[in-house]
């Protein structure tokens, strides 16, 4: 027990409060109060007590004489030493016997119950040895000298899981411990004690029992992680806090066995100390202790720490180790240098986007760090900003690139200053070095520059109509290149309408045609052109340049009348044809138009009357009250407003016709308008109609020939039969059946008498019969269309009844030769052979062979 802590003791009377006299007489005094002098003692014990010391007294008062008090104790850990007195002296005893359950009797003979006593706690040590089963302590009842008590225990541990840790003896009421314990698996146990007879029936209440595991140093501490990550500035002072490691403990933490302590056990590299760190040896926390860290010289630390318990007591603590990983951190300690004063570069003018030089810096920074990126900036030397450095990300170097043209006419040479820094702020204490600034030489290079026209869209205002050959002006361009001799010669590059000229030498415009303002090449009033400059330079280089010239308008295009026809009702003042003007020209060469008739011929005055709406309308209508349906001329004169003014005698066409009600012209009044007679309009619907009916007819027999051509096929003369130029070799008719044919047939006949001789029978499909030949019918000159019909039916009888007809839908074979011709060899035949060959009787093998026999049989006479 640790030395000051204090220990509560319960202390009880045996005798429930009164003093029992040797004689057993009980004596009551109403105005006494038997109890102790205190309700609580406290004593402060010392953790290397000794055995039988002497801890405290205490008073009991029992109203009556002190004889035969007894003090018992309800902690095995301390007795009391009794006196005959009120007094007793507490020491340590190895009794482990409990008499929870205490009575007294009062004067009459009866036994008063008290209140149930108050177990105190039993503590078992864990990783016991044993022998097991293992007595804690006996239980017992002041009854079990008058009745037969059993003993049991419930709880967690006896009778509920972990099963049997516990059990007691029922009969004497020792109770055991019966394996080790394990404070880290459970650190206490609250079980219930139970007294009963023989019966079953309850005796005493139940009691608790608390059971607490002492800890014992049985577990090392265990590090969170094995490997811890931190990091630290460089160049930090000492007391900079760094990071925390933590190690835990199973055991108990209120104890020496759960108290954890740390401490470096080796720092890696030792430099530029070997005690760089240290660590609070209860938190953890890892701190700086010297000054000097710097990363470019070492760039992380490698620290072993421990963790022991026992309050950090390497003799008796168990101990673990981790390591700690301290990385250097950079600072932007150290400023870019040039690795160079000066540097040079050349760039051709008139040309952006080109590096010209590269500048290299030195910086012991962590590379791609902000604290390392560098970032150029020209200090002086080009203050129409031609130049800019952008940083490679890879390398770090400064590309000078040119960004704005340059003019080797205004500007040979640029000299620079250049200033580098990083993109993250130096750190305190730490100045920029001389070596950031550097001088950067730039060359530029003459080229050949093309020509420019110094005003480019030139605009220039003229009259249309000028004469061909006037000269307009002189479109000079300039060259650049003042320190070269150049000459410049000019062309035209773009002329839509062919109108300009220019002089190849001096730029001189002159008008190839008239300039026309009311031309399609004109947009807005201006025509455009464009021209060509060339040098002679090596390469040549050109320009361009754009006349715009602004045509100003003259009263050179006459009125057009609008609109061109009409009509109008043979009556007046039913409607009325207005009438417009339209000009190519433009304001003031436009209206306000005068229109009037002309006075040749008189009809039209005498007929017609313009009356004036406005500067550009007016009304044309009939003077008279009547005027014949017809289509009549009327012309009209325009006069526009120029100066001088340009008139126009328009002739537009009114068609004068019956109107209804509304004042639109009817259908027949339209018609009779158009200059045709009632007899000629008859006369062109009869022919429509006649026309109409012919097409109806021609269709009508054109279905129904077509219908009877899908129906049969119509015969034509043998004469010009040409079926047997086409051949089908897909019909393999009705199989074996049909194969019922004499195939001698086929073979080359030796004479043509078996011709005429055949019975009837089968016979070749392409020989032709020996037998009259029928009549077919003669097709009339002009065929009427009655005896279309009679003309198809009469030939497909005489087809039906025609021996010479192929059967179409007969076998034919064509693969079988036979056997045994009388053929000789066709080698034999010689192409040269002058021998005389008799075709005449070709003529009897039928149409088929007609031809051939024409061109061989006929003889001198063809």
């Not at 008063?112 to 503590?123: E, F, H, L, M, S």
């Not at 007046?572 to 138009?593: R, Y």
Request: net charge negative; glycine share 6%; charged share 20%.
């Amino acid at each position: 027990m640790p030395l000051g802590s204090r220990m509560l003791l319960l202390l009880f009377f045996c005798c429930g409060g009164s003093a029992r006299a040797p004689n057993g007489d009980l004596t009551v005094r109403p105005t006494c109060k038997p109890g102790f002098s205190e309700d609580d003692y406290t004593a402060l014990v010392s953790q290397n007590i000794m055995e039988g010391q002497k801890l405290l007294k205490v008073k009991f008062s029992g109203c009556s004489e002190s004889k035969g008090i007894q003090y018992e104790t309800d902690n095995l850990d301390f007795k009391q030493k009794g006196k005959k007195n009120t007094s007793a002296d507490l020491l340590q005893q190895p009794s482990d016997t409990l008499l929870p359950w205490r009575h007294q009797q009062n004067s009459h003979g009866l036994r008063r119950q008290k209140r149930d006593w108050v177990i105190p706690p039993i503590n078992v040590p864990e990783n016991s040895r044993g022998p097991f089963p293992q007595q804690l302590v006996r239980i017992r009842s002041d009854k079990d000298s008058e009745i037969h008590i059993r003993y049991s225990i419930t709880g967690v541990g006896a009778d509920q899981p972990p099963m049997e840790v516990f059990n007691i003896d029922p009969v004497s009421g020792r109770m055991y411990v019966t394996r080790p314990m394990d404070r880290e698996e459970r650190a206490s146990y609250h079980l219930r004690a139970h007294a009963v007879d023989m019966n079953g029936n309850k005796v005493e209440n139940p009691i608790d029992l608390y059971i607490y595991v002492i800890d014992m140093n049985d577990n090392r501490p265990e590090f969170i992680n094995q490997v811890y990550n931190g990091s630290v500035d460089e160049g930090s002072k000492p007391g900079t806090y760094v990071m925390t490691v933590t190690a835990n403990d199973a055991d108990d933490v209120t104890t020496a066995n759960g108290m954890v302590r740390y401490r470096i056990v080796t720092q890696t590299p030792q430099s530029p100390s070997q005690n760089m760190f240290t660590i609070n040896s209860e938190t953890g926390d890892i701190v700086t202790v010297a000054a000097g860290l710097d990363r470019e010289k070492v760039q992380q630390y490698t620290v072993i720490v421990q963790a022991t318990d026992m309050e950090g007591n390497l003799n008796y603590g168990l101990s673990n180790t981790a390591t700690a990983i301290i990385m250097v951190t950079d600072v932007n300690d150290n400023p870019p240098e040039f690795t160079a004063s000066t540097y040079s570069g050349e760039v051709p003018e008139n040309r952006v986007e080109v590096v010209v030089a590269n500048l290299t810096v030195m910086d012991r920074d962590q590379p791609h760090s902000p604290n390392w990126n560098a970032v150029y900036r020209i200090i002086s030397g080009d203050p129409s900003g031609h130049f800019t450095i952008r940083t490679d990300p890879v390398t770090n170097e400064g590309l000078v690139t040119v960004v704005r043209e340059v003019d080797y006419e205004m500007n040979r040479a640029f000299m620079l200053t250049v200033m580098v820094s990083n993109q993250a702020p130096l750190a305190s204490g730490i100045q920029m070095s001389f070596q950031s600034t550097a001088g950067v030489t730039i060359s530029v290079t003459d080229v050949n520059e093309p020509p420019y026209f110094p005003t480019n869209h030139k605009l220039i205002r003229l009259e249309e109509g000028v004469p061909t050959g006037t000269a307009l002006m002189t479109f000079s361009a300039v060259d650049p290149d003042r320190f070269m001799q150049q000459a410049v010669r000019y062309s035209k590059l773009s002329d839509p309408a062919n109108w300009l000229n220019i002089n190849a030498t001096n730029g001189q415009i002159t008008t190839a045609a008239i300039l026309d303002r009311e031309s399609a090449y004109i947009k807005n009033n201006v025509y455009e052109a464009t021209f060509l400059a060339v040098d002679n330079g090596i390469p040549p280089a050109s320009g361009t340049g754009t006349l715009q010239i602004y045509l100003i308008d003259i009263n050179d295009n006459a009125p057009e009348l609008q609109p061109k026809e009409a009509q109008i009702c043979e009556k007046p003042n039913l409607n009325v044809i207005n009438i417009t003007a339209a000009d190519a020209d433009i304001d003031p060469n436009i209206g306000p138009f005068v229109f009037e008739l002309p006075s040749v011929p008189s009809a039209i005055r005498k007929n017609w009357t313009i009356t004036r709406l406005n500067g550009d309308y007016a009304q044309l209508s009939l003077r008279i009250m009547y005027l014949e349906a017809g289509v009549y001329d009327v012309p009209v004169i325009v006069t526009d407003s120029g100066n001088p003014p340009l008139y126009n005698t328009s002739v537009i066409k009114v068609k004068v016709c019956p109107c209804d009600e509304n004042g639109d012209c009817t259908t027949v009044g339209a018609v009779a308008a158009a200059g045709l007679g009632t007899g000629a309009i008859i006369a062109i619907l009869i022919c429509i109609i006649i026309l109409l009916t012919m097409v109806l007819l021609f269709v009508v027999w054109m279905k129904r020939r077509e219908k009877e051509r899908h129906t049969k096929q119509l015969l034509i003369d043998p004469e010009d039969d040409v079926r047997d130029n086409i051949l089908k070799y897909d019909e393999e008719g009705g199989g074996e059946e049909d194969q019922d044919y004499d195939l001698s047939q086929l073979q080359q006949p030796e004479s043509m008498d078996h011709v005429l001789n055949k019975a009837n029978g089968v016979r070749r499909v392409d020989e032709r019969p020996v037998v009259a030949e029928p009549q077919y019918p003669i097709r009339p000159v002009i065929p009427h269309p009655g005896d279309i019909g009679d003309f198809i039916n009469e030939g497909l009888r005489a087809a039906d009844n025609d021996p010479t007809a192929p059967p179409y839908d007969s076998l034919l074979v064509f693969d079988y030769e036979g056997s045994g011709s009388t053929a000789g060899s066709v080698s034999s035949l010689n192409s040269s052979s002058s021998g005389d060959q008799d075709y005449d009787y070709l003529n009897d093998w039928g149409p088929r062979f007609k031809k051939l026999a024409d061109m061989y049989g006929g003889g001198e006479d063809d």
